[in-house]
């Protein structure tokens, strides 16, 4: 249970086909929470309606959109409601039953404290978890998670896909700013939009929960698009990071770095096919000044990674809105 009577806790889920769970995932919140808001998107069950109908929790809030705008879509009209009414912190739980209300206290914990921004569930953490995850989205969440950490800048966050999260409502009303991926790419959007705005991410540790629902999310159909839109937003973070609010060592690092990486790799590689064609070795000097200019390019990339990895958000934004 959370300590202080006077934070405010309101709780998101966004509902598409969730008729079969929702009554039961809303009768496990206990009253750490003080206000439900189900987001009903356009989910062809009537999802929304089945819970004013059945739910009487005075608590819960019913939201339907008119048409479909993706789970992103959903929790972001939760987060705008949350807002409104005067929230301290808003919880994302999805309506499918494979996240336990119960664990909020315990995730809202590092924001409580002051200690983050934002902070999110990590399946990964205990082993007993990582054993129940299926193979396929096991192997799906490790290439995931790493292009996630290049892509947001939060090198230490792991199992960027989970959706169990909580954000400060200070901050939440930053990222409603923010243009941010409404479908299933949302939660690793949020990663790399937050860093954008140096918030601090905390993971919290968690069981995984796999039942007789059904993930919407296919590992297979969403590895592809996700990797693509991974690099886009690693472009994206770099340039805005490095070279328009800062400019610093690093960026000069990743600067000449790439010019004496892609030059010593090229400039090499066509004397090496020349000499292959013509069967004349190249001379020392050329294999001299491509060694030498490939070697310092990845020592000069080695140190920008470094610096990047330890340019991590590290004092809460919200103490200081």
Partial sequence: MIESPLINIVAVVPCYRERAHILAVLARFDDTVSH????????????GAFVKENCRDSRVEVITHERNRGVGGATLTGYDRAVEIGADIIVKVDGDGQMDPRFIPTLVRPIVESRADYAKGNRFYL???????????????????????????????????NGFTAIHARVAALVLKQRIETGYFFESDMLFNLNLLRAVVADVPMRASYGAEQSKLSIPKIVAPFMWKHLRNLGRRIVYTYF????????????????????????GAMHWYQGVITGVPA????????????LLGFFLLLGFLNFDIQNQPDAPLHTSL
Avoid at 152 to 159: A, H, T, V
Avoid at 244 to 267: K, M, P, Q, W
Wanted: hydrophobic residues 50%; contains cysteine; negative net charge.
């Fill in 36 to 47: 439900i808001l189900v987001i009903d998107d356009f989910c062809p069950e009537g999802t």
């Fill in 127 to 161: 082993l007993e978890g990582v054993a129940e995850m299926p193979i396929l989205r096991l192997i799906g969440n490790l290439a995931l998670s790493f292009t996630s950490k290049l892509s947001s800048g939060y090198w230490k966050i792991f199992d960027p896909t």
């Fill in 244 to 267: 328009i609010r800062d400019f610093n060592v690093a960026s000069i690092e990743l600067v000449v770095g790439l010019v004496s990486f892609v030059f010593g790799t090229l400039y």
């Fill in 283 to 294: 001379v020392t000097g050329i294999v001299v000044l491509s060694a030498v200019t490939f």
